[in-house]
């Protein structure tokens, strides 16, 4: 860390909350130890999700994943389990829970600005039976990710208010997104490819390679 860019730093929990207070007693307890009806509901609306892990020297990761609504499976009020469709064989996500089981989840539902977050611990499973109930344009997973549910809560819509993520009047026009395949052309150009090569190699692993 480079302190003489970050010289006013808060160092301890006592700090933040004599900054900014303590939270409410709704707050305090809104969370609850299982998948209740409520949150099973709220999984099975959901068609992505956020996935945070770490290897065991604390290095992080945040790798996004999705389907149908009700892609991830919800096997008892403790359990659930994400399946793993083809990437691109980095494998950061699974090589964190490698080494540390660790794991936090934030489910999103298009138009609905509060979002569910689960933590817990995780580890990869083929076990066919539950393969078999994952599958997807008639392709079984590999594997898939196991999760213990250790706590789960409901997050504010602060955050979706602020950013108006789901008010298409906010969304910049085509000609202003950034390009995907110039940054990964430019990220990669020792390998001499060509934006419109990597332009094609994407649209490919978009059509031919999603499940």
């Not at 994952?134 to 789960?152: S, T």
Request: hydrophobic share 35%; glycine share 6%.
């Amino acid at each position: 860390m480079d302190q003489s860019l970050f010289r006013d730093t808060i160092t301890s929990k006592q700090e933040l909350n004599e900054l900014c207070g303590y939270p409410s007693e709704p707050v305090k307890h809104k969370v609850v130890f299982r998948l209740d009806p409520s949150i099973r509901d709220f999984i099975s609306k959901s068609p992505m999700l956020f996935m945070a892990t770490s290897d065991a020297a604390g290095n992080c990761d945040v790798s996004p994943r999705g389907d149908e609504a009700g892609f991830v499976l919800t096997l008892d009020d403790f359990h659930l389990v994400i399946p793993e469709r083809p990437g691109n064989k980095r494998f950061d996500s699974l090589g964190n829970l490698v080494e540390n089981p660790r794991i936090g989840l934030i489910f999103i539902i298009p138009g609905l600005k509060e979002t569910l977050r689960i933590n817990g611990q995780a580890c990869i499973i083929r076990d066919q039976d539950l393969m078999e109930r994952l599958k997807a344009k008639n392709k079984v997973p590999l594997f898939g990710i196991g999760v213990k549910v250790e706590e789960c809560y409901m997050h504010c819509a602060k955050s979706f208010i602020r950013s108006q993520v789901w008010e298409p009047s906010s969304w910049l026009t085509p000609e202003a997104l950034p390009n995907p395949s110039a940054i990964l052309a430019e990220h990669t150009k020792k390998l001499g490819r060509t934006e419109e090569e990597v332009r094609q190699s994407l649209q490919d692993s978009y059509e031919n390679r999603l499940y």
